[in-house]
């Protein structure tokens, strides 16, 4: 039977990179807002004789996530992995001067999309199979307020889940990633040797171990 797995953030950085990584033995369900960037990924899996179903939605739109839910229900049956990369990286900002449309945006994105898509996916995953967060503690950091708080919020939410289901299933993994030189990154760093970051597809391939076992 075909393995899957739902990658949402799949566009760019390191969600692009384990779709590549997990191409040869999963069918990947690449989520992105960016269809440019998802068909270059199909195209590179393709060549590599992979297969994947892309999905140009914004996991924002709560319709667009049932959908696609359903739709992988429909097909499959069920889904093997899902690794969560979305994030929206908000302006660093004193604490005093975050605008509320970024943290209105950093709330939607990091926490409510998180919290709905694990409602979601957790039927089609089972018992048996595997969800993947990825963890970048920056709360507490100065001018990492709105990015920190939601991140670290989303990552919570990851650690309730992981410790609510270690013995029913499905097993839930958090992992930190070396840095990046990603456009996440760039926007934070502007200005940094990207030459002494790690590259996304070297850092997936280090991954893969922890996210399969």
Not at 63 to 71: H, S, T, V, W, Y
Request: glycine share 10%; net charge neutral.
């Amino acid at each position: 039977m075909t393995q899957t797995a739902l990658i949402t953030g799949a566009s760019r950085g390191l969600g692009a990179a384990l779709a590549k990584a997990l191409a040869p033995t999963h069918h990947i369900i690449a989520v992105g807002k960016t269809v440019g960037a998802l068909e270059e990924l199909d195209d590179t899996i393709q060549a590599a004789g992979g297969q994947a179903t892309l999905a140009p939605m914004d996991i924002t739109i709560d319709a667009a996530m049932q959908q696609l839910c359903r739709g992988i229900f429909d097909r499959w049956g069920k889904l093997d992995v899902w690794l969560h990369t979305a994030v929206h990286a908000a302006p660093l900002a004193p604490a005093g001067h975050i605008g509320p449309k970024d943290l209105a945006k950093s709330i939607s994105v990091n926490i409510d999309a998180t919290a709905r898509l694990i409602s979601y996916v957790a039927p089609l995953l089972g018992q048996t199979g595997q969800a993947v967060f990825f963890d970048d503690p920056r709360g507490g950091e100065q001018f990492f307020g709105a990015y920190g708080a939601t991140k670290a919020a989303q990552i919570a939410l990851a650690r309730s889940w992981q410790a609510e289901t270690t013995k029913t299933g499905p097993k839930v993994h958090i992992l930190t990633p070396a840095p990046m030189p990603t456009a996440t990154r760039a926007r934070f760093h502007p200005g940094e040797d990207r030459a002494a970051l790690t590259d996304p597809n070297a850092e997936a391939a280090r991954l893969l171990p922890a996210i399969l076992g």
